[in-house]
Structure formats: C-alpha cells, structure tokens
C-alpha cells in the first residue's frame, strides 16, 4: 500500500510486531477514512503479556522506521474470521470503531506533554493533536519548525538542534527529551532515514546549520537508501567552526564512526556543498575512494582567487562582463519593483550584507580584546559565512555531479566554470526546476530525488 508518501509492505510491520515477543498475531490495516491516512496494527496478545500501545511503539523504534510504526493498537482475544476461515476485514474495522481502541488524538499524560500539544496546535494551525501524531505528517516543514522551537525555548528554557525532529517527531517523544536535563543531540551526524542496503548518503547542511531540510530528499529516495545529514557543532552545544577545513575534519570523524572505509557517497545543499567538496580533498589525500560528489546548487566559493591567478588581465576582464551581462538578463526580467530590490540587494547596503558586516565588525572586536564573542551572539549562520568567505580550495582530482535550480537568478556559467576549474575530473549538470532555495522542496524536490537516485544508482553499478 502507499501511504503518507511512502510505499509500505504491511507484512513486514506485522512481521516486526510479533518479533517483538509481546503478540501472537498481528493484522495491520490503512484506515484511509481518517483526515490523512493511518495505519492500525489489529493485535492479539501472547498468554501473560501485557502488551500496551506505548510499549509496542518502544519495541519497535528500533526494527522500524517512523512512518511504518502504526499509529493506533486495537487489542482483541482474537482475530475474526469469516465461515471460510479466512481473516474478516470488515468485522476487524467495526471492532475499532465499537470499542474505541484507536489512540490517533490520544491525550497529554504530563505537564510537559499539556505544554507542547498547545503549542504544536498554535504552529501548526489545527485544532487537535494527539501525542503520538506526527510532526511531519501534520504538515510540518523546516519554517514551521524554527517557530516551534522558539516557541519551546520559550516555554521551556531548552534549546535543542531542529534535527531533534528526526529522532522525536511526536509530541510524546519530544515531551521525553525535554524532560532529560542533557536533551540535546550529542552528534553532528543526524541519521534523516538510516534504513536500506544501499551505502549511505552524507549530506551536509546549508549556511544555517540545519538538516531538517532533507527530510523530503529522503522520503523521496526511498526506504532503501540510507541517508545520514551533517549539521552544524554550533546547533549541539559546541562552539561553532570558523574554517571550512575544521568542518569537514569534523564531519569526516562523525561519519567514519558509521562508515569505517570508502567510498564514500558525499554531497551538500548550497554552503553544504562546499564542506562536501572539502571533505572529498581530504578523503582524497587520505587515499580514500569517493565514489560520487552530489552539489545541490552550491556555488564554488574562492574559485575566482584561483582563476585570477592562471589567468591575464583580459580573461578577467571577459569573466566580469559575463557577471554583468548576466545581472542585466536577470534584471531585464523583472517588474518596476522587483529590479530595485534586485540592485538593492546585490549592492553592499543590501540587508543580508550590512547584518553581515555588523556581527562581523562585532565578532573582531571582541577577538581583539581576547575575549569570548557571548552565548547570545554566537550566530551560526554568519560564522558559517564567515568561513565560506576565508575558504581558499585546492584543486579536486575527482569528478562531482552539479544540480543546478534553473529559475535562479545566478549565471550559469559561473557555477560550470568555477567547478570546471576545481574539479579536474569534469562537471556532470544536472538541472532542477526553481531556485535556490526551493529546489529541495516540493514539488521541485521530486524531480531532484529522481535525479540523484539515478546518479546513486549509475555510480553503485
């Protein structure tokens, strides 16, 4: 069956349940008249045990991944069957709807739970929620997350990285690590769908930190394929990098932990890619294999240092009216409004620019007292700025795979020939529909998900 956007085995849930040795038997049923569908695991239980829903969803954290761990228990005696001795379908609903087993909106236990069910319900605009619903499957995404945690920091004093969702995303199990006094993640390696026999795919965040992006890019590859994310220390409590080449040491330690020996199958979206393309440099001179290198729109940071020092005044002269021809088309396309806010933005009193410039005047004067920048500034997104700024690359003697969001408002031509001139094993392009920033969202990250699932499998072959 295909149910929240994934294709399920029902066999292998009930499989999963009996293993668990708390059940006798096992039917697990779509209950496609729910507002979005569920799955309802009909159980009976082993003579002596005391099987219960919360004890079922422990068990099998550990065998299954989220999306196949139903979301309602009905407990009989025994299973109906019709004069034919075959299983009774319709006689199995019927029970659920009589003796209301069915637990999708089940209530707060704790004070915390209580606290976080409001304040799911005020992000996420609906009117109920049960403490085992689904942060993803009531809609929520990257943006509604950000709000969600301010909103618990407020309440609750803790701060925890946005991938916490990942490993906790009902109101129950978030409730569970609010409640732990070090309930923050310990690791920049987030394991996003960590099931599937393929080799894992490590991707780094973008210039925020986060990885709660890729959830969708992973759905989309599917349950086969075992896919990690690598998000900022500056998120876990550590104080964050100021060199690209400190990050990918870092990352490289975190993901050797999971993955002893090459190859290695590495990308990163936008920022995220440039960490990437370090880490492959340094598995490289490690001599270890990097089997493929996937840039998600990712700009090739210092390359034009590079360039200008190979090239004569004239070659750097034809490459800045290219970035100017380039803004013009990009200007010509836009209405009234829309170009002054492109100038604006492009020029140095642009906003991005100018809360740049001011955390890092900051940032220096505080390294010139020889003291520590504050808790409160300690902005990660400008120090992974501030990296990507200082990041001089070396040259890559593999070959990386770009994804390019076609409706961006960049030249394209920068992109190919600042990675023509890093990668000397050439530039595969692939190009997505949208921009840069929602070329991992639906729709747009279907069509990507397609793309690179096929690169994967073109590489493993």
Known sequence: ????????????????????????????????????????????????????????????????????????????????????????????????????????????????????????????????????????????????????????????????????????????????????????????????????????????????????????????????????GLQSRGLIGDSPDTRIEDMAAHYLDELRKLQHAGPYFLGGRSLGGIIAYEMACQLRANGDEVAMLALLDSYPVGYERMAANRSNRKTRMERFAKRCGAHFENIRGLAGREKLLYIFDKSKYGPVRVKSQLWRAIYRAYQNAGLNLPRTLQNVEQFNWLAAQKYCPQTFDGRVTLFWASKDLRAKFDLVEGWQTLARGGVDIHEIPGTHLDMIKEPHVADLAKKLSACLANVRS
């Open 1 to 228: 069956i295909k149910i929240r956007g994934f294709r399920i085995e029902p066999g292998e849930i009930e499989t999963a349940i009996i293993q668990t040795g708390c059940v006798r038997e096992a039917v697990v049923l779509a209950d496609k008249d729910a507002a979005a569908s569920k799955l309802i695991a009909y159980i009976v239980p082993r003579d002596g045990s005391r099987a219960t829903a919360e004890k079922l969803r422990q068990l099998l954290t550990d065998r299954l991944p989220a999306h196949m761990i139903p979301n309602s228990f009905v407990i009989l005696e025994r299973l109906p069957l019709t004069p034919n001795r075959k299983l009774d379908r319709a006689a199995l609903r019927a029970a659920s709807a009589i003796n209301h087993m069915d637990d999708f909106r089940a209530a707060p236990n704790s004070p915390t739970e209580e606290k976080l069910t409001a304040i799911w319900q005020t992000v996420l605009g609906v009117s109920t929620v049960g403490v085992h619903d689904n942060f993803f499957e009531l809609g929520g995404h990257s943006l509604i997350a950000v709000r969600l945690f301010a909103a618990m920091a407020t309440e609750f004093g803790k701060r925890l990285p946005l991938a916490t969702l990942f490993r906790a995303p009902t109101v129950a199990q978030l409730a569970a690590m609010l409640d732990i006094e070090s309930g923050s993640a310990s690791s920049s390696l987030v394991p996003i769908q960590p099931w599937g026999s393929r080799p894992p795919f490590f991707c780094v965040h973008a210039v925020g930190g986060n990885v709660l992006e890729y959830h969708d890019l992973a759905k989309h590859l599917g349950t086969d394929q075992p896919f990690y």
